[in-house]
Nanobody, 127 residues
């Protein structure tokens, strides 16, 4: 079954760490990019970090820069999000998504451009 499957979410205290994983099956691994997005209650879906899968370049949102790192293991069709120094404002549902083709500069940062999405994993950070 073609899908993206996230795991690794949970509840932690502020200052803690979590590592999210996203495993792609059925040819869903993005030939152009893979991204992590999040949505907190009452807020819009936002890009957290993306990785351009061919060259390995990354882009990270200002709000998590220096704390979160995206990486990939193409041999395992897996993308990771290492989250350190977590803050209560990082609390959200985190989604993995993939894009197969380049459609414009910055396209991987816009959720409507990514065609395949996982079901999400919840991250809750308490103060």
């Amino acid at each position: 079954q073609a899908q993206l499957l996230e795991s690794g979410g949970g509840s932690v205290q502020a200052g803690g760490s979590l590592r999210l994983s996203c495993v792609a099956s059925g040819d869903t691994y993005g030939k152009y990019c893979m991204g992590w997005f999040r949505q907190a209650p009452g807020k819009e879906l936002e890009a957290v970090a993306v990785i351009y899968t061919r060259g390995g370049g990354t882009s990270t949102a200002d709000s998590v820069n220096g704390r979160f790192t995206i990486s990939q293991d193409k041999s395992r069709n897996t993308v990771y999000l290492q989250m350190n120094s977590l803050k209560p404002e990082d609390t959200a549902m985190y989604y993995c998504a993939s894009q197969q083709k380049f459609t414009g500069n910055g396209s991987c940062l816009r959720p409507t451009n990514l065609g395949t999405w996982g079901q999400g994993t919840q991250v809750t950070v308490s103060s």
